[in-house]
């Protein structure tokens, strides 16, 4: 059931607070009510499209990262007319991949892309649900920088600002609707 929006949501309205999830002292922002709710993922698609886009840049591809990544990449694609690349989870990939590790805030992982090339320097932002220590996010820039394009900006729903993702992204734009402060508080950005 969709909820009034506004001109200006509060999108935290869409998010909750899950702690020790998925491991003790991870505290997990569930994005699932924001899915749910039609006009609001609608409305959240469309805000975070305008904001991602550098200007006079159209994206050539989204690169969504797995899993909730797929829905806000293939939600940005479709706005842009991009095509949609995946980073998946190490062995889901069915044909030669390039490979990235990296670390998390609670452990580490990898992900992979198919080795297909991109035309050189074709201009690729990347998306995910959210950006918290930026291992992840980087590990997908080094994917997309081996295919042969160029990452013009990143797209995120929410940014847990306390974990400095951003440091580690500091030579590309990045677009979030939501900023979780160190303080705990959200800033909701337009």
């Known amino acids: 059931m969709s909820t009034p929006l506004g001109e200006k949501p509060d999108w935290t309205r869409w998010v909750h607070d899950v ?20 006009e609001a993922w609608k409305q959240a698609a469309d805000t975070l499209a305008r904001r991602a886009a550098p200007e006079g840049v159209r994206p050539q591809f989204v690169l969504g990262v797995e899993a909730r990544g797929f829905l806000v990449a293939q939600a940005l694609a479709d ?16 044909r030669r991949a390039y490979r990235q590790d990296y670390a998390l805030e609670y452990g580490e992982a990898g992900l992979e892309v198919h080795d297909d090339p991109v035309p050189p320097g074709a201009p690729i932002i990347i998306a995910d649900d959210v950006l918290a220590t930026g291992g992840t996010a980087r590990a ?24 400095a993702g951003r440091k580690l992204l500091a030579e590309v734009p990045i677009a979030s609707l939501i900023v979780y402060r160190e303080s705990g508080e959200a800033e909701v950005l337009d």
């Open 140 to 163: 997908a820039l080094q994917l997309a920088e081996n295919l042969g394009g160029e990452v013009v900006g990143f797209a995120f729903l929410v940014e847990i600002a306390a974990l």
């Open 79 to 94: 706005r842009w007319g991009a095509g949609l690349l995946l980073a998946r989870k190490p062995g889901k990939l069915p």
């Open 19 to 38: 702690p020790d999830y998925p491991q003790p002292g991870v505290l997990f922002r569930d994005l699932t009510p924001l899915w749910a709710d039609g």
